[in-house]
């Protein structure tokens, strides 16, 4: 256990669904993230969020919309997703990045699949 | 452009031997390395990590080796055991202060033979 969980840890999707992922942390950290990980790439960096603010949106498709109420608690709220955005979303949360710490704390991350 | 990768997709070591994985980075101004582990089902684990100013960090039977020369990273395990069977991720981070982001490469399966 890292200290990171995630739910749902499955979620099967339809193209005109509505759902949302859900992150919690336990670690007493300030910066959470959101990576998508497909198979054969590099895991992709989302969003970032410091002490509850967004610090970094890598271009993602506002079919994706982050939410963060507190720094214990992050959201993905999907909708009208496409097939290819099937893939496993992590969730990770460090120390504020004014704190020289570096290392990210993972989830199990939540399997999606689009059909 | 900035990319972080790795010379072999699988590695098969057998158990109780050592292995070595490496990763290439491209961008000079890197300054802050991390290794994961990441077993199947579950998010990635820290194993180690290594910063510029140092060229060589253990830990618990892990070593990390960095040639800022040739930009390379390299991630040894001694005495393998089946538990070290998972894929493998280095990541490179500029410490900008402010905007730190990891950079990941695509990973290595490692697969111990019993």
């Known amino acids: 256990e890292t200290g990171v969980t995630q739910t749902p840890r499955h979620l099967v999707m339809g193209m005109t669904n509505k759902k949302s992922l859900k992150c919690e942390q336990h670690?007493?950290?300030?910066?959470m993230y959101w990576y998508k990980q497909s198979a054969k790439k590099p895991l992709e960096l989302m969003f970032v969020?410091?002490?509850?603010?967004?610090?970094e949106n890598n271009s993602v498709p506002s079919r994706f919309s982050p939410e963060c109420p507190n720094s214990s608690h992050l959201f993905l709220h999907l909708h009208t997703l496409q097939p290819e955005d099937s893939a496993l979303y992590l969730c990770?949360?460090?120390?504020?990045?004014?704190?020289?710490?570096?290392?990210?704390?993972f989830g199990p991350g939540t399997r999606l699949t689009v059909t | 452009g900035e990319s972080v990768g790795l010379h072999l997709p699988t590695l098969s070591v057998q158990e109780g031997d050592n292995s070595i994985i490496n990763c290439a980075y491209s961008?000079?101004?890197?300054?802050?390395f991390i290794w994961y582990k990441q077993e199947s089902g579950k998010g990635p684990q820290f194993i180690i990590d290594?910063?510029?100013?140092?060229d060589k960090r253990q830990g618990q039977r892990v070593t990390v080796l960095l040639n800022k020369t040739v930009k390379h990273l390299s991630l040894q395990i001694a005495a393998t055991q089946p538990g070290d069977s998972a894929v493998y991720f280095c990541?490179?981070?500029?410490?900008?202060?402010?905007?730190?982001?990891?950079?990941f490469g695509t990973g290595t399966r490692l697969t111990i033979i019993p």
């Open positions: 990770a949360s460090s120390h504020a990045q004014a704190v020289m710490d570096y290392e990210q704390y």
């Open positions: 670690l007493g950290h300030n910066a």
């Open positions: 969020y410091n002490f509850k603010e967004q610090t």
């Open positions: 961008n000079s101004a890197s300054d802050y």
């Open positions: 290594i910063r510029s100013n140092m």
């Open positions: 990541a490179e981070m500029r410490t900008n202060f402010g905007n730190e982001k990891l950079t």
